[in-house]
């Protein structure tokens, strides 16, 4: 990070960050192409963030999920306007996580709805739902196994 003065290392200011905000970005390589979708989230933390996002088992997405498992991510939020008297002199305040993991597709029923719960507890902090089958059949869950993250902020 080439700011060291806006870098956040504080386990709990990032905890916070993560727990408050709602979209996450994944960045995935397409031949040559950058695609980046933004996705709401669910997470934990074990030692090691894990954020699980959901979508159709179809589609760019879906398809670059099976094709190639290493993806960046970015989560950004508290921005807000710090005006000044000439337009050089404005600035922002924000926080911000970036990274790089591993993404799988979730295939175990178990894990799905694990997954699926904690996307509802980011959402609506609540975290016991049920899914029927046909809806567990239908959707594609994702699980992004954070390799790295850093978080800076201002």
């Known amino acids: 990070m080439r700011r060291k003065d806006r ?11 993560i727990a408050t905000e709602q979209i996450l970005r994944v ?19 074990d030692g090691q963030y894990v954020f699980y996002f959901h979508g159709a088992k179809a589609g760019r997405k879906y398809e670059l999920a099976k094709k190639g498992p290493s993806v960046g991510f ?9 005006a000044g008297e000439e337009a050089c002199d404005y600035s922002a ?5 970036a990274g790089t993991g591993i993404l799988n597709l979730v295939e175990d029923d178990a894990e ?17 739902w049920h899914y029927s089958n046909e809806m567990l059949d239908a959707v594609a869950v994702f699980r992004l196994d954070v390799k790295k993250l850093s978080c800076k902020g201002k």
Do not use: C, H, W
């Open 7 to 17: 870098e956040i290392t504080d386990k709990n200011r990032i905890e916070e960050f």
């Open 27 to 45: 960045a995935f390589y397409d031949d040559g192409e950058i695609y980046i979708v933004p996705v709401n989230y669910g997470y934990f933390f």
């Open 112 to 128: 799905k709805i694990k997954g699926l719960n904690t996307i509802m507890k980011q959402t609506t902090s609540e975290d016991k």
């Open 74 to 82: 970015e989560i950004d939020g508290k921005y807000s306007l710090v």
């Open 93 to 97: 305040t924000f926080q911000s996580v």
